[in-house]
């Protein structure tokens, strides 16, 4: 339970003591993975989520499972948690209301901006970051405007609830597109852009506003899921990281972030152009568990309790992180076979096509 929590350290920061209960908002496998990083740290962990069943959970102390927009169950969870923080970037802001501001990290303003894709874009606009080209789209005219004035190719999405390729529709030409009949309103068209790779910005922010990265990740993904995270990237991610990360760390800054903050780019010709932000950790930092100093799990609970952040220095020659989906989760044995391999199965179920079962982490040291 909480209660005298606060401590001071060396350094004269108030911290949130070893022994006192993380709230991970969300149930799946980044809560897992962080449930295990606060237990390695002497805290304990108490798992909200509206499914019954829970891989968080599997390794939490506490779990409660109600609806999001169960006020008082959410309020009993915040009285019960001396911190709370998210594993799920998609958590409606309306009931987090139940729980004191000074205890959510990040900020739910973080959230705000990640949940909509058309505010996410202005967001990093007026920070001077260069998204796709996007317009929003409400009705049949406002799409034929946005074709008209970005051109085709192109992709639809829905503002919000969308991941891993879900809630995206591309439209290759304007027949397509009069021929179309929108998938509700609420949407935003973006042009394709033209890239040599993907990469991510993986930051983590301090409560005292300390920043470290991480190296960047050469992303590739199967069937708009992510397939790949890999290191060293491409001589032009090198080239490009450095502009990327201003725009993170200005991002960071701008929300009075505390956690891991992850934004994901195109390398293009023209500089990193912005995709999407996840105020959380994220599937593309999963190499970090081995293949850095410290994890992106570990440093994310040492910022929203307030500890020194880790190094992030990266500790291989060479790293490849493979997600594990669907029915390759049934062959995962002869993982343990390799040299410097290091398998993660999140304890997941029906391995369902699409479906993040589990990841490795392949290290040439």
Same mark, same amino acid.
């Given at each position: ?14 911290? #949130? ?5 993380? +709230?991970?908002? &969300?149930? @799946? /496998?980044?809560?897992? *993975?962080?449930?295990?990083? $606060? ?115 192109? #992709? ?5 609830? +969308?991941?891993? &390729?879900? @809630? /995206?529709?591309?439209? *290759?030409?304007?027949?397509? $597109? ?18 040599t790779c993907e990469f991510s910005v993986i930051l983590v922010r301090g409560r005292d506003g300390e920043v470290r ?14 397939a790949h995270s890999s290191l060293p990237a491409p001589a032009i991610v090198g080239e490009q990281v450095e502009a ?61 309790? @307030? ?8 500790? $291989? ?49």
């Open positions: 339970m909480p209660g005298a929590t606060l401590w001071q350290s060396g350094r004269n920061r108030a911290m #949130i003591a070893p022994g006192s209960t993380i +709230g991970i908002l &969300g149930g @799946g /496998q980044l809560g897992r *993975m962080l449930a295990v990083s $606060a237990a390695q740290l002497g805290y304990r962990c108490h798992v909200f989520a509206p499914e019954k069943v829970s891989v968080a959970a599997e390794v939490s102390a506490e779990f409660t499972s109600a609806k999001w927009t169960d006020q008082a169950a959410m309020a009993r969870f915040g009285e019960a948690c001396d911190v709370v923080t998210y594993e799920f970037e998609n958590v409606p802001v309306a009931p987090l209301a139940a729980i004191p501001a000074e205890k959510l990290h990040p900020p739910t303003r973080a959230l705000e901006a990640a949940q909509d894709r058309l505010a996410e874009k202005n967001f990093v606009t007026d920070l001077g970051g260069s998204p796709a080209p996007f317009a929003k789209v409400d009705s049949d005219e406002d799409l034929a405007s946005a074709i008209e004035r970005i051109g085709t190719p192109g #992709i639809l999405k829905t503002r919000r609830d +969308g991941y891993d &390729g879900k @809630g /995206q529709w591309r439209i *290759m030409d304007r027949r397509e $597109a009069e021929g179309m009949r929108l998938p509700g309103d609420s949407l935003v068209y973006e042009g394709f852009v033209r890239f990265f991480w190296d960047s990740a050469h992303n590739t993904h199967e069937n708009g899921i992510l990327a990360r201003k725009l993170a760390r200005d991002a960071a800054d701008a929300l009075g972030y505390v956690g891991v903050l992850t934004c994901e780019f195109f390398a293009t010709e023209a500089g990193p152009v912005f995709n999407e932000m996840a105020p959380r950790v994220h599937n593309s930092g999963h190499w970090t568990i081995e293949g850095a100093a410290t994890s992106q799990f570990e440093n994310h609970i040492r910022a929203i309790c @307030g500890l020194p952040l880790g190094d992030t220095a990266t500790t $291989a020659r060479k790293v490849d992180m493979a997600n594990i989906i669907g029915a390759a989760a049934g062959d995962w044995q002869h993982w343990l076979e390799q040299g410097d391999a290091h398998l993660h199965l999140y304890g997941k179920g029906e391995a369902r096509e699409g479906r993040k079962m589990g990841h490795v982490t392949l290290l040439e040291r």
